[in-house]
């Protein structure tokens, strides 16, 4: 079975930058697309960034677009999300995931992570 665990984030101040990892197990990272998820304080959970199984596309979000960077290492089994220029309505419970395509649909993700928080905050 595979699973995913997520790490990083925390409380950082408006500006600042930190980057989340998700660790894939139970499986090798390079057979799955990838993306990342967040879910707002009385929100939805919403699409964030995806990358495609081969590393070689990735896309985002209209509001992170320039800020954040998706990025993947399967000789780790690890993907990642580079936070930068952070701002108070990024604050979220971020979720890793795993699926046969990249793309913007939750639906489209078989495979979860449980989340980490990440608070923006002065």
């Known amino acids: 079975q595979v699973q995913l665990v997520e790490s990083g984030g925390g409380l950082v101040q408006p500006g600042d930058s930190s980057t989340l990892s998700c660790v894939v197990s139970?499986?090798?990272?390079?057979?799955?697309?990838m993306a990342w998820f967040g879910q707002a304080p009385q929100k939805e959970r919403e699409f964030v960034a995806a990358?495609?199984?081969?590393?070689?596309?990735?896309f985002y979000t209209e509001s992170v677009e320039g800020r954040f960077t998706i990025e993947r290492d399967d000789d780790t089994n690890t993907m990642n999300l580079e936070m930068t220029r952070l701002r108070s309505e990024d604050t979220a419970v971020y979720y890793c995931?795993?699926?046969?395509?990249?793309?913007?649909?939750?639906?489209?993700?078989?495979?979860w992570g449980r989340g980490t928080q990440v608070t923006v905050s002065s």
């Open positions: 990358i495609s199984w081969s590393g070689g596309s990735t």
């Open positions: 139970g499986g090798t990272s390079s057979d799955y697309a």
């Open positions: 995931a795993a699926g046969s395509y990249h793309s913007d649909f939750d639906q489209n993700y078989a495979f």
